[in-house]
Antibody, heavy 119, light 107 residues
Framework: QVQLVQSGSELKKPGASVKVSCKAS????????LNWVRQAPGQGLEWMGWINSNTGTPIYAQGFTGRFVFSLDTSVNTAYLQISSLKPEDTAVYYC????????????WGRGTLVTVSS | DIQMTQSPSTLSASVGDRVTITCRASQSISSWLAWYQQKLGKAPKLLIYEASSLESGVPSRFSGSGSGTEFTLTISSLQPDDFATYYCQQYNSYPYTFGQGTKLEIK
């Protein structure tokens, strides 16, 4: 079954870092645009950017530069989102999502990873 | 950035009703619009792409229409499984933006 399998919930203190993983199951990260989408509690969806599975090049949306890093390990078909210097406002569910072929809508989503930042 | 505005924010309806959700773009996005359904605690699920194309496996009671700046998602006969939050998303230009969501509630 084709899936994106995300890592489990995280509870972190302000100032710490977190690394969320997204593993491709039933397929490989080939010719892939792997996107990250944030959903704060009770809020809508916010596109954070994407990483090219062929080149490993990340592209960040405005507001997600500096503390946010997208990376890939194609040997284990896994993408990562690392957030450093965590703030309480980073508390959210983070989704990975696959771009649908040529067009920038998303046809396969992970189940999401809840990151809670609290002292 | 292109702003996407959905209306209404909340919609109360009954099983069997026909409902329509509207999404407006702050500038023309041609037909580069997708609709997603999200149930509580779950990932979004793609319903419609290119404004009116039904994703494989999505029931035919869902339909989309529109182009330019105004779009609609219609559910022809609500089923119990359809009560969820719906989002539109434009993919005409970077950054790709979503509407704020429409919560479909049971009346």
């Amino acid at each position: 079954q084709v899936q994106l399998v995300q890592s489990g919930s995280e509870l972190k203190k302000p100032g710490a870092s977190v690394k969320v993983s997204c593993k491709a199951s039933g397929h490989t990260f080939t010719n892939y645009a792997l996107n990250w989408v944030r959903q704060a509690p009770g809020q809508g969806l916010e596109w954070m950017g994407w990483i090219n599975s062929n080149t490993g090049t990340p592209i960040y949306a405005q507001g997600f530069t500096g503390r946010f890093v997208f990376s890939l390990d194609t040997s284990v078909n896994t993408a990562y989102l690392q957030i450093s210097s965590l703030k309480p406002e980073d508390t959210a569910v983070y989704y990975c999502a696959k771009k649908a072929g040529y067009y920038w809508y998303f046809d396969l989503w992970g189940r999401g990873t809840l990151v809670t930042v609290s002292s | 950035d292109i702003q996407m505005t959905q209306s209404p924010s909340t919609l109360s309806a009954s099983v069997g009703d026909r409902v329509t959700i509207t999404c407006r773009a702050s500038q023309s996005i041609s037909s580069w619009l997708a609709w997603y359904q999200q149930k509580l605690g779950k990932a979004p699920k793609l319903l419609i792409y290119e404004a009116s194309s039904l994703e494989s496996g999505v029931p035919s009671r869902f339909s989309g229409s529109g182009s330019g700046t105004e779009f609609t998602l219609t559910i022809s006969s609500l089923q119990p499984d359809d009560f969820a939050t719906y989002y539109c998303q434009q993919y005409n230009s970077y950054p790709y933006t979503f509407g704020q969501g429409t919560k479909l509630e049971i009346k």
